[in-house]
């Protein structure tokens, strides 16, 4: 079993700065791509950032500068450097994972979900 959990979230002035964490646990033996989504309410959820393996990174323009996604594969750990922060980045947070467990096949995993509330 894998376990995904966020934190980091809350609220923040517009302009300011928030620091997510994604730490998943479980017998795994490899984290292939790791990816940030959020969804703001009535709305689709929308990637922010993918980091593979390899530590390649990806973002959508509305993110693009701004954010920053990280890993630390000897603590199966995922973090969001959210700068420059704006109201309409004001969503639930998600963490998604690609992990091969055990050896066995790669899997998609979830987290939670962890609050950000940027204020104007």
């Known amino acids: 079993q894998v376990q995904l959990v966020e934190s980091g979230g809350g609220l923040v002035q517009a302009g300011g700065s928030l620091r997510l964490s994604c730490a998943a646990s479980g017998i795994i033996s490899s984290i292939n791509f790791l990816r940030w989504y959020r969804q703001a309410p009535g709305k689709q959820r929308e990637l922010v950032a993918i980091?593979?393996?390899?530590?390649?990174?990806n973002y959508p323009d509305y993110v693009k500068g701004r954010f920053t996604i990280s890993r630390d594969s000897a603590k199966n750990t995922s973090y969001l450097q959210m700068n420059g922060l704006k109201p309409e980045d004001t969503g639930v947070y998600y963490c998604n994972a690609l992990v091969r467990v055990d050896a066995g096949p790669l899997s998609n995993h979830w987290g939670q979900g962890t609050q950000v509330t940027v204020s104007s």
């Open positions: 980091i593979t393996s390899g530590g390649s990174t």
